[in-house]
């Protein structure tokens, strides 16, 4: 009877870890279509060594089988006592820590309150107040449209990664500009681009745009926008660059989550428009009104989000766990010919405009502190150059060895700190200009 039993154990995770190693090629092939086959090799490999072990033991004496099954019940309990470590006691980085360094040069003190109630007090100072909405909370919805920015015309808040949460004045179309920018006769420098593009936790004349209108007493207009990947900021382009005659368009590609944005982004088929039709638009800008009614009804939903809540489902499937071993591994995605259509696109669009177009390629605090490996992004870059676009990597022309600099903080989601953004806006002027 005990055999029996035993058998049945090793049988049955046999089929589990059968039925396991079909999920993973299901996500990784059909699911991701291969994009991320380098994430779940690992996964896969552990699934496949796992279930021929137990059709192994199947095999075995009744000895072999107890022993088997001990050492695997004993393995998931540890695991499960990890898990549970990491999500409930690992002391997480506290705002302190990481304000740190940055904060003991500055006369202020540090605002410790949420995002969510740093926005309920402003709202007793300013009751049209608002926060900035990433366009992600439509991607997956059945919208009619996608927004591509934030509610126009008014005061807005961005985020604290310096000890201060962070303002600015939206303009006519929800982007992170002075309003009167879009009245000019001509615009020097159009920047495409995610949150970095933005000017996330930063104030507006200190992030890319801000700076290079002081520096070049130019007209530059900010198309970048908070989860923009590089079907976003493709579409910001088709969208509203015939509002303006451009000289150069200056796309900053964060190599950090861009790749893994369009995986995301290419499931919505509006977006796909963008790619597969050159004359295709959404008309944003005579949507604006539409666009401020519809992240209005998302404001409660994105300051609840941030909120960091338990959840049985990321338990079970051991979260926290899978993050710290594979943390450092290289999640690099299989990129094809569709992924850098996109960036013809733009440099097609350029070329109509008899604009000048660049890509400039930023690095995350993750790979200048050591913890990843990014190598993905010079193959990025080489396919780029193959197609006669300009390309400069900021973390070799720039960054490498100033890291802190840049991001005073080791914090995975950090953005660049102020001088960071004056630095690259810097770089990014005498480069042109030398060009």
Partial sequence: MKNKISYLLILSKFFIFLIVSLYIIYRSEIIYSG???????????????????????????????????LVFYSSIFCLFIIELYLTFFLKPIRIEDIHKKFSKNEKFELDLRTRKEFYLDEKKINPEIVVSVSSDNFISKDK????????????????????????????????????????????DFLILGDSFAHGDCVFEENNFAGNLRKISKKNTINLGYGGNGPIRSLAALQEYV??????????????????????????????NNYILD???????????????????TTIDQELDARKVNFNVKNLIKLNATRRLFLSKTTQEINLNGHFFKIFERAALIANKKKANFYVFMIPSAEKLYGNKDYSQSEKIKKELEKRNIEVVDLFKELISDSSEEFYPFNYKSAHFSKNGYNQVANFIYNFIESH
């Fill in 35 to 69: 994009q991320y086959r380098s994430y779940y090799f690992y996964e896969f490999f552990l699934s496949i060594f796992l279930c021929l072990f137990f059709l192994y033991s199947s095999f075995k004496n009744s000895s072999f089988k107890i022993n088997s099954l």
């Fill in 144 to 187: 009619k449209f996608i927004p591509l920015s934030a509610i126009s015309n008014k005061e807005t808040i961005s985020c604290n990664e310096s000890g201060q949460f962070k303002k600015y004045f939206s303009d006519r179309y929800g982007f992170n500009n002075p309003d009167k920018m879009w009245d000019k006769k001509e615009t």
């Fill in 242 to 271: 015939d509002l303006i005659n451009v000289k150069n368009i200056l796309w900053m590609y964060y190599e950090g989550n861009d790749a893994q944005n369009y995986i995301y982004e290419k499931k919505n088929q509006i977006l």
């Fill in 278 to 296: 050159e004359n295709f638009k959404q008309n944003l800008y005579l949507k604006q009104k539409k666009i401020n009614e519809l992240i209005y």
